[in-house]
């Protein structure tokens, strides 16, 4: 069921700084007929917001500020959007909390909902990672002017990893708590590859930073004035024609609940893994390419995608995640890049392709001479220099205490065998777990910290 009240609190105002959370709960899985990239400019562009040409038939679902979903469910603000979806900061009426309302395309489906519901409610019941996995609340769907939409609700989550990197300028995390959050991701994937599933998008983007508790005693009021009350645009078509009812007339930029990545405390460091989207079983499906972003993307993707990707590409792109949660930038640089280049700052990071690879790649003799040395001219960036510059120096800027010898070497140790090449040969989510800078230096800090629910109840211990 869905109610539209006959007035909606749509002209407050909100400060435009800090719209870096467009990531926080963003799907990117829009890939039909109806692609940004082939449609038509029918409205006038409207900056932070969805496309706005995917108000069509199969398409978005138009919802306004104010909206009251399921008889339940009030729209207060709006969290984020993605390819196939667009989510919304609702007050649940029923248990008077917060929660996300993740509203899918017309054309979309319940695939996410689906391995959600599987991993939430799978034994072991009692396995650490099995907390970092947002539980379903709610699942219905919404009749409109664009099809049926798959709807459902998950705990409401403050930002993204990502998301709280570019909330600072220092854009660095306490190293206790980058050690925390990089325990709960690997106890996360662990847990999910231990039943059979393949995430397939992991980065930093689609980690997410837990909410305090205290936030569901706030008043939608109270939360305006904590946070911003929506900013709403209108939305004018070009040929000056009035809007039919497959768009909504206003639209908003996502909320930003998130703080600067520096300013988390240890306790702060809660974790959820979001955006299932990209999800399968290798056991029952094949998977032939990655829609991670490039600098993420593991090379087998480009490479050599005839052979099926499988958990070790997971394991890729967890290297490429803790990576960026310990310092500064990323491993892999992504600004203006293409996918070649990636490939070459992965040559100059690990070492030569594999043999098949390096003849595969078409574009290799624009960055390396036949014997693969750098071609004359050109900046190559070591593992080394890439640690010291990314890592150590910026921690050091930040007053935050760097690796020292021994820790540099086991954690560059951890990290060089999760990028080896040939993915059969990457090591598995349990057993870097276990390895020595898990062990030695990251669990001790993580069991520092009491974690509580983070599942779904709103509460913390």
């Known amino acids: 069921m869905f109610i539209r009240p006959t007035s909606s609190p749509c002209s407050w105002k909100i400060p435009l700084g800090g719209l870096a959370c467009k990531s926080f709960t963003a799907s990117r899985d829009f890939s039909s007929s109806a692609d940004s990239s082939t449609l038509s400019f029918k409205y006038v562009p409207i900056e932070g917001v969805e496309r706005l040409e995917k108000y069509q038939p199969g398409g978005y679902h138009p919802i306004l500020i104010g909206d009251i979903l399921q008889s339940r469910y009030r729209v207060a603000h709006k969290l984020g959007y993605g390819a196939y979806s667009t989510t919304w900061l609702c007050r649940d009426y029923q248990s008077n909390t917060y929660v996300a309302v993740k509203v899918g395309t017309a054309d979309s489906n319940d695939r996410e909902v689906d391995i959600l519901d599987y991993l939430s409610y799978s034994s072991p019941l009692d396995h650490p990672g099995r907390a970092m996995i947002p539980s379903i609340k709610d699942r219905f769907v919404l009749h409109g002017p664009n099809g049926t939409h ?35 991701l690997l106890l996360a994937v662990e847990y999910i590859h231990g039943k059979g599933v393949v995430h397939g998008d992991l980065h930093t983007g689609n980690i997410l930073l837990c909410l305090p508790a205290n936030l569901g005693q706030l008043s939608i009021e109270e939360l305006y004035e904590k946070y911003g009350s929506p900013a709403s645009e209108p939305v004018i078509r070009f040929d000056g024609q009035p809007l039919d009812s497959s768009i909504p007339s206003t639209v ?38 990655s829609h991670a972003p490039i600098s993420f993307m593991p090379p087998e993707a ?27 930038r990323p491993l892999f640089e992504d600004i203006l890049a293409t996918p070649d280049d990636i490939i070459a700052e992965q040559v100059d990071t690990r070492g030569n392709l594999p043999l098949r690879w390096w003849e595969k790649w078409a574009a290799r003799h624009e960055y390396f001479d036949e014997s693969g040395k750098p071609n004359q001219g050109r900046q190559v960036r070591p593992w080394e220099d890439r640690f010291e510059k990314h890592i150590q120096l910026p921690r050091q800027q930040a007053g935050i205490p760097g690796f020292d010898a021994e820790g540099k070497a086991a954690v560059m140790n951890m990290l060089r065998s999760m990028l080896t090449f040939e993915p059969e040969n990457r090591p598995t989510a349990q057993s870097i777990v276990q390895c020595e800078w898990m062990e030695r230096w990251a669990v001790p800090d993580f069991n520092k910290t009491h974690f509580g629910e983070c599942r779904g109840r709103g509460q913390f211990s």
């Open 252 to 289: 908003i930029p996502p909320i930003w609940l998130g703080k600067a990545s520096e300013e988390f405390s240890l306790p702060e460091s809660r974790i959820l893994i979001s955006d299932f989207g990209e999800a399968y079983r290798p056991s029952t499906e094949y998977r032939y390419s």
């Open 150 to 184: 798959p709807c459902h609700v998950t705990t409401l989550a403050r930002c993204s990893v990502s998301g709280a990197k570019d909330g600072s300028y220092k854009r660095i995390f306490q190293a206790m708590t980058a050690h925390s959050l990089i325990v709960q």
């Open 302 to 328: 480009r490479l050599e995608p005839e052979r099926g990707l499988s958990f070790s590409a997971d394991i890729w792109t967890l290297a490429c995640s803790i990576w960026i949660i310990l310092g500064q």
